[in-house]
């Protein structure tokens, strides 16, 4: 049974399996580059769409410091989930929207938002983090759908093409072809915000930030790091949208194991773009 939270089902949170892969940890413990951050004594730290808590987690472990630090996220089984993650660390979160947070103007050192803002109004949240960073704070974001660099080599986008073309061949031959055909007309362009990174870059200094610098992280992925992102239930109902998440899950798996048995090398690649910026 799921427990409950109020009135809300609360069911586990998905995306904690991604957090824990080794691969996943590095891209989050790179988030912040050395050199941005000093004198931590005091500082504030907020994590926007903060999910399992993973950026956090990376975060502190490298700066042991730092101790006014905010997560924030839209779903609340992720919020129940750091709750009882960071239990001991006295961080804070809570429920709530990137695009539009209760944080006060000028009022946060570093800002991070790791593989979300994809998910949101890219500019809003830009200038949402602007207005809530101190002068002189940093942003760093990170993200795998930055249009023209997620995927590294012409043969890494036609492996990730094979495994969503066969998982959709799966659910059609289970009779879910008509459900997917009318849900994903109805949600077109509801999903990923697809921009390009120089879009970003532009974003960026719209918004006011200075000493913008980006880095790209090329992941070699796994079987056990796909089958990670693809249990993910909001990848699962993304890719397959309008069939039970249940069934969505079993067929992308089904798809990556075939597309993974027919490869020598055992990875599929993927790049994460950091892009870090001053207020
Ligand atoms: C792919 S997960 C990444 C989680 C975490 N940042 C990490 O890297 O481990 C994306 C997260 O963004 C959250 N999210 C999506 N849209 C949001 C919004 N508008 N406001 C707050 N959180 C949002 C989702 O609930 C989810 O937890």
Known sequence: MPETEGNLEVKDYSYEEMTARPFYKGILEKILPDNLVKDLEGKVFVDLATGAGGAIAAVMSRFSQL??????????????????????EGVHFLIGNIEKTPFASNSANIITCANAIHLTKIRNTLEEAY?????????????????????????SAKLWGGIAIEA????????????????????????????????????????????????????????????????????????????????????????????????????????????????
């Open 67 to 88: 101790e006014n630090i905010f997560g924030i996220d839209i779903d609340p089984k992720a919020i129940k989930s750091c709750k009882e993650k960071f239990l001991e």
């Open 131 to 155: 207005r809530v960073l101190k002068d002189g704070g940093v942003l760093a974001i990170s993200s795998a759908y930055i249009g023209d660099v997620m995927y590294p080599t012409e043969e």
């Open 168 to 279: 959709f061949k799966l659910a059609v031959s289970e009779g879910y072809g008509d459900d997917l055909k009318r849900e994903r007309k109805n949600r077109k362009n509801k999903q990923i915000t697809q921009m390009g990174l120089e879009g970003y870059l532009e974003a960026l200094k719209d918004t006011g930030f200075q000493k913008i610098e980006y880095f790209i992280t090329v992941a070699k992925m796994s079987i056990d790091d796909m089958l990670a992102i693809l249990n993910y239930d909001e990848f699962a109902q993304g890719a397959l949208p309008g069939i039970p998440i249940s069934a969505a899950k079993r067929f992308l798996s089904e798809a990556a194991i075939k597309i993974y048995s027919s490869l020598d090398c055992g990875y599929i690649e993927r790049a994460w773009v950091t892009i870090t910026a001053q207020k």
